[in-house]
């Protein structure tokens, strides 16, 4: 009886799979079209006019952005269901410093993570013997290096761009790191975490492909139905700009010839949290306006990187001694690679 | 008896997981008490890192997933 109640009834998994894919594809390949049949034949609009790029430019962002989401977050969430953290603390306790940094830093790319399992993640690494450096370097990587980061700048702007915002993301991850060990700030933690006791755990992973399916298309949901309107409302601006603000302008604040300009990026990327999806459209367009890459490298890192509700939450462990420190190093890092990128372009 | 807890800071995901295992209760048709734990050195201590985590009997069975109530009903059948 109850093997009835517990089973439920649908498709064979490899249709939903396959039916789910070529759906994705030709959405994909119909966005262009669609978008310039839409702008220019149906509104009527002009090709070349102001009015026409900016209508253009946003809808056929609005599908691609999502279609790249969609795809990409549901095919990194099935990868992830392999890669626990539990198990990349297992990894890395009682490596040494350099390769331990450098291997958390790497981990923090494909390890989910959210701000909300901030603090038991760092507990949880501490107490298992993982440096301090190490637990950072993870810690920063992880929200800065992330899929939807890296997939919305590849599919926007370009491979190279992407390449860059990855390189620069580890390398600021593992530089602070190193540089949070080698200070020796280990006192600063709250002392409470010293004193959890140890909870190593191994779960067994009985569970079947098809729940990993389940599991990743759940999150996917649950990722994209909370940054689309992130999504929209940064295309929006996005196409704002491509249409109507004039690239002096663009090149005169953001440029060269203002040596405040990545500061004052970084400055202004702290509270805007989560909207790494809605940010990339308008870097594309700032890009597209002559923005230097530096700045927009910056600009992106310090969105993702440095958030204020995560410091908030980050402050339940750590005192604020360790904390201004942490943010005041990744700060740091984040302008000098600014600078170091606009003057390598220049 | 079973003694299930659900751990978690009390996030969207972690009120899922509560509402689906005990929808998972109800179809395996045990008795269980379901316990939510918010604290996060309680947490921390039954090396959970990723939420929401899910106990039985005080044996992780799930971290950082949310579990149908189907598959979660087998958890509790089987064991």
């Known amino acids: ?346 | 008896m079973k003694i299930i807890e659900v751990l978690g800071p009390g996030c969207a995901n972690c009120q899922r997981l509560e509402a689906n295992a005990r929808e998972a209760v109800a179809q395996a048709g045990v008795e269980a008490e379901i316990r939510h734990i918010t604290d996060y050195v309680e947490i921390a201590s039954r090396g959970v890192m990723s939420t929401p985590g899910l106990v039985i009997d005080g044996t992780v069975v799930s971290a950082g997933k949310i579990p149908t109530p189907w598959t979660i009903a087998a958890w509790l059948t089987e064991a």
């Open chain 1, 1 to 346: 009886m109850t093997a009835i109640a517990v089973h439920r009834i649908h498709l064979p998994l490899w249709l939903v799979v396959l039916a789910g894919s070529v759906l994705w594809l030709a959405a994909w390949f119909l966005a262009l079209p669609a978008s310039t049949w839409l702008a220019f034949d149906v509104l009527g609009l002009e090709p070349g006019t102001q009015l026409g790029e900016a209508v253009a430019f946003f809808l056929y962002d609005v599908p691609k952005v999502l279609l790249l989401l969609t795809g990409i977050v549901t095919l990194v969430s099935f990868l992830r269901s392999f890669v626990s953290p539990e198990r990349v603390r297992r990894a890395l306790a009682g490596r040494n410093a350099v390769a331990g940094t450098a291997a958390a830093a790497g981990f923090g790319i494909v390890t989910p993570f959210c701000s909300c399992s901030a603090v038991p993640l760092f507990i949880g690494f501490l107490e298992a013997g993982v440096p301090l450096g190490v637990t950072f370097a993870f810690l920063i990587a992880s929200p800065m290096v992330n899929e939807v980061a890296i997939v919305l700048l590849w599919g926007l702007v370009g491979p190279q761009l992407t390449l860059a915002y990855m390189a620069a993301g580890l390398t600021v991850a593992i530089v602070a790191g190193l540089l949070i060990g080698r200070l020796g700030l280990e006192r600063y933690v709250e002392d409470y975490v010293w004193k959890v006791p140890a909870g190593a755990v191994t779960i067994d992973e009985h569970i079947t492909l098809e729940d990993r399916l389940r599991e990743a298309w759940r999150s996917t949901r649950d990722i994209v139905g909370r940054v689309w309107p992130y999504v929209i409302v940064g295309i929006g601006i996005g196409a704002f700009i491509h249409g109507f603000v004039p690239t002096e302008l663009v090149v005169q604040i953001g440029g060269p010839g203002n040596p405040l300009a990545v500061p004052a990026l970084v400055a202004l990327g702290i509270p805007l949290y989560s909207n790494a999806a809605g940010t990339i459209p308008v870097i594309e367009a700032l890009l597209g306006k002559g923005l230097p890459v530096g700045s927009a490298l910056a600009f992106m890192m310090a969105i993702t990187a440095l958030s204020l509700p995560e410091m908030v939450i980050l402050r339940k462990v750590m005192k604020p001694r360790l904390l201004a420190t942490f943010a005041g190093i990744v700060a740091a890092g984040i302008i000098a690679i600014g600078y170091l990128f606009n003057w390598l372009a220049a």
